[in-house]
Protein backbone atom coordinates (compact mmCIF):
# COMPACT_ATOMS: atom_id res chain seq x y z
CA UNK A 1 0.00 0.00 0.00
CA UNK A 2 1.52 3.66 -0.85
CA UNK A 3 2.44 6.04 1.97
CA UNK A 4 -0.71 8.24 0.31
CA UNK A 5 -3.04 5.46 0.43
CA UNK A 6 -1.93 4.64 3.94
CA UNK A 7 -2.08 8.06 5.19
CA UNK A 8 -5.63 8.58 3.67
CA UNK A 9 -7.13 5.55 4.97
CA UNK A 10 -5.57 6.68 8.44
CA UNK A 11 -6.97 10.02 8.18
CA UNK A 12 -10.32 9.19 7.60
CA UNK A 13 -10.12 6.27 10.72
CA UNK A 14 -9.29 8.95 13.15
CA UNK A 15 -12.94 10.42 12.41
CA UNK A 16 -14.54 7.71 13.51
CA UNK A 17 -15.70 7.06 17.06
CA UNK A 18 -13.55 4.10 18.43
CA UNK A 19 -16.79 1.28 17.90
CA UNK A 20 -16.36 2.04 14.13
CA UNK A 21 -12.73 1.93 14.21
CA UNK A 22 -13.15 -1.46 15.73
CA UNK A 23 -15.33 -2.86 12.66
CA UNK A 24 -13.02 -1.12 10.45
CA UNK A 25 -10.32 -3.40 11.77
CA UNK A 26 -12.46 -6.42 11.69
CA UNK A 27 -13.39 -6.24 7.95
CA UNK A 28 -9.76 -5.63 7.00
CA UNK A 29 -8.76 -8.69 9.00
CA UNK A 30 -11.88 -10.33 7.14
CA UNK A 31 -10.32 -9.38 4.14
CA UNK A 32 -6.82 -10.29 4.93
CA UNK A 33 -8.14 -13.99 5.44
CA UNK A 34 -10.11 -13.85 2.44
CA UNK A 35 -6.91 -12.98 0.30
CA UNK A 36 -4.62 -16.18 1.71
CA UNK A 37 -4.23 -19.12 0.15
CA UNK A 38 -3.45 -22.51 1.01
CA UNK A 39 -0.94 -25.20 -0.53
CA UNK A 40 -2.29 -26.36 -4.00
CA UNK A 41 -3.15 -29.74 -3.16
CA UNK A 42 -0.64 -30.86 -6.16
CA UNK A 43 2.25 -30.10 -3.90
CA UNK A 44 0.98 -32.12 -1.07
CA UNK A 45 0.40 -35.15 -3.15
CA UNK A 46 4.05 -36.08 -2.45
CA UNK A 47 3.77 -36.43 1.04
CA UNK A 48 0.36 -39.12 1.02
CA UNK A 49 1.73 -41.82 3.00
CA UNK A 50 4.54 -40.19 4.66
CA UNK A 51 3.06 -40.33 8.28
CA UNK A 52 3.27 -43.71 10.27
CA UNK A 53 0.12 -45.90 10.53
CA UNK A 54 0.15 -45.90 14.41
CA UNK A 55 0.79 -41.76 14.65
CA UNK A 56 -2.12 -41.78 12.40
CA UNK A 57 -4.13 -43.90 14.84
CA UNK A 58 -3.15 -41.57 17.77
CA UNK A 59 -3.98 -38.85 15.32
CA UNK A 60 -7.58 -40.21 15.14
CA UNK A 61 -8.15 -40.95 18.67
CA UNK A 62 -7.01 -37.31 19.62
CA UNK A 63 -9.55 -36.08 17.04
CA UNK A 64 -12.39 -38.57 18.50
CA UNK A 65 -11.60 -37.56 22.11
CA UNK A 66 -11.24 -34.17 21.95
CA UNK A 67 -12.81 -32.43 18.74
CA UNK A 68 -16.33 -33.63 19.00
CA UNK A 69 -16.88 -32.10 22.36
CA UNK A 70 -18.17 -28.50 22.63
CA UNK A 71 -16.64 -25.85 25.14
CA UNK A 72 -18.52 -22.85 26.29
CA UNK A 73 -15.93 -20.81 27.24
CA UNK A 74 -14.38 -21.53 23.44
CA UNK A 75 -16.82 -18.30 22.27
Known amino acids: MSNA???AVLEQMET???ELQQRVLEYVQ???ALARQGV???RLLPLAGTIAP????LMRQAIEEEC????????
Do not use: K
Open 5 to 7: LQS
Open 54 to 57: DDLV
Open 68 to 75: ERVDASDR
Open 30 to 32: ALQ
Open 40 to 42: PGA
Open 16 to 18: LPE
